[in-house]
């Protein structure tokens, strides 16, 4: 069946990917104003014209890492909770509500003035911004059929990239000019246009009146059955499924948290590099590292839609796909050993890449497996995992890096997507889908017992 002439779901991508984009502006201002010195001292309780030394600059990287800990427990809690509003309210209604937690808690931030008060801010942070990837995962769920699922998801991902490159190039900027605290109040604020564009702008295709019947009959072609039932986390963890999803989440997801949390840092501080950048020269190499990024998170996503064009099982796909992303990632490991800046830019651009389009096609496995109407709910339980996993990277990641620098860290990255895959495949030989009628044989079960 010909794709038909009417596009508007893919007007519903980009709404989702200016949701991701600032989603990643909110979360990513922090890794940019922590190498600002002022911060720093005023984290830590200082006088203005105190000295920082590298003792005081060694017990900041470890509080931020417990920090970054604490948005990542929040966010761990936030993906099972959103997770599970979206299924009972509504994509519209379960957004909403994240996206205003999460713009109270950026602006919010502006006002703190100690290290424990910038934890509690994070964790709310954490706690809103936990709803944007159950929400586009379910809102792809519902608006494209299932080979364009992957190529779909891997759009609206590359808002996290094109996040981080306006994080990149405004932030500094502001941090310079305006102080510390204005990157956390100006860029808090887009969260509340974005709340009330995806308020008036989001309906399911059923109610949408732009939307034409030939191409919701498109988006309805797979025929995909509902559970007429509320599914819990309980049952849900009993599929085989849902822990292939969860465990790849698990391993691969902290590594990219650790270059969110960690790169600008990495660029500031590594003796390795022979040239550092500050807040007056992170734009361009971010620029750069986050635009590949972008194309990695496009191309893997249509390369495994290409895949099943031309015939390929979904499992085939997927999983080539993934094997391909988690071997451009193995050689990030010499990043931390170049003292060459554009050689360590171009290692962690490919590996950046890798990890996104590994995201793209990870996503893709909970509307894959699992019937539309428990997606959200799946997508939250592997992004706990991957927080979890996350969380015990950033309590890890300050300490090791303060006594032996960033090479265990790229080591750790360089084999975590082999491993995920390995795993993966051994949990789930098949991509084999959770058929609507199984999860209504388990709840009468369960009834009965």
Not at 12 to 37: G, K, P
Not at 159 to 170: C, D, F, R, S
Not at 244 to 265: E, H, R, T
Request: net charge positive; proline share 4%; hydrophobic share 50%.
């Amino acid at each position: 069946m010909p794709t038909p002439s009417g596009r508007f779901r893919w007007r519903i991508v980009a709404l989702l990917f200016l949701a991701t984009t600032i989603n990643y502006i909110d979360r990513q201002v922090l890794s940019f104003t922590m190498t600002d010195e002022i911060f720093r001292k005023d984290m830590l309780d200082m006088a203005p014209d105190a000295i920082l030394t590298k003792e005081a600059t060694d017990r900041f990287k470890v509080l931020y890492g417990d920090v970054d800990a604490a948005f990542k427990f929040a966010y761990a809690i936030g993906f099972l909770l959103m997770g599970w509003i979206i299924d009972r309210v509504g994509t519209r209604r379960g957004f909403s509500l994240g996206i205003l937690l999460w713009s109270v808690a950026a602006v919010l931030t502006a006002s703190i003035n100690t290290i424990v008060g910038l934890r509690w801010m994070r964790a709310l942070l954490g706690l809103g911004e936990a709803a944007n990837f159950p929400s586009s995962v379910k809102t792809i769920a519902d608006w494209f059929p299932r080979r364009e699922r992957s190529f779909a998801s891997g759009l609206f991902n590359a808002g996290t990239n094109v996040g981080i490159i306006l994080t990149a190039l405004v932030v500094p900027y502001l941090i310079l000019h305006f102080g510390w605290r204005s990157s956390f109040l100006i860029t808090g604020v887009l969260g509340f246009g974005l709340l009330i564009f995806w308020w008036f702008m989001y309906r399911k295709p059923e109610r949408s009146p732009q939307l034409s019947a030939k191409e919701l009959a498109y988006i309805r072609r797979d025929k995909e059955e509902i559970v007429p039932i509320k599914v819990s986390w309980g049952r849900l963890l009993g599929y085989k499924q849902t822990w292939a999803f969860a465990l790849g989440k698990f391993l691969a997801d902290p590594i990219w948290w650790f270059y969110m949390s960690w790169l600008p840092d990495f660029f500031n501080s590594n003796d390795a590099l022979d040239e550092k950048l500050d807040l007056n020269s992170f734009g361009v190499p971010f620029l750069i590292i986050y635009i590949v990024s972008d194309a990695g998170s496009v191309f893997f996503g249509w390369l495994s839609t290409q895949f099943m064009r031309w015939g390929w099982s979904a499992n085939r796909a997927r999983k080539t796909t993934l094997l391909i992303c988690a071997l451009c990632v193995v050689p990030i490991f010499f990043a931390a050993k170049t003292s060459s800046l554009t050689v360590a830019i171009a290692l962690i651009s490919l590996a950046t890449a890798a990890h996104q389009g590994w995201a793209a096609n990870m996503y893709t496995f909970a509307s894959d497996l699992f019937p539309k109407n428990v997606v959200a709910s799946v997508t939250g339980i592997g992004g706990m995992f991957g927080a979890v996993g996350g969380i015990l990277l950033a309590l890890l990641a300050g300490r090791i890096i303060t006594a032996f620098g960033y090479l265990p860290m790229f080591i750790i990255a360089s084999c975590s997507y082999l491993i995920a895959l390995v795993i993966i495949h051994m949990v789930l030989p098949k991509l084999e889908p959770v058929r609507p009628e199984e999860l209504m044989s388990d709840y009468s079960i369960d009834k009965k017992l």
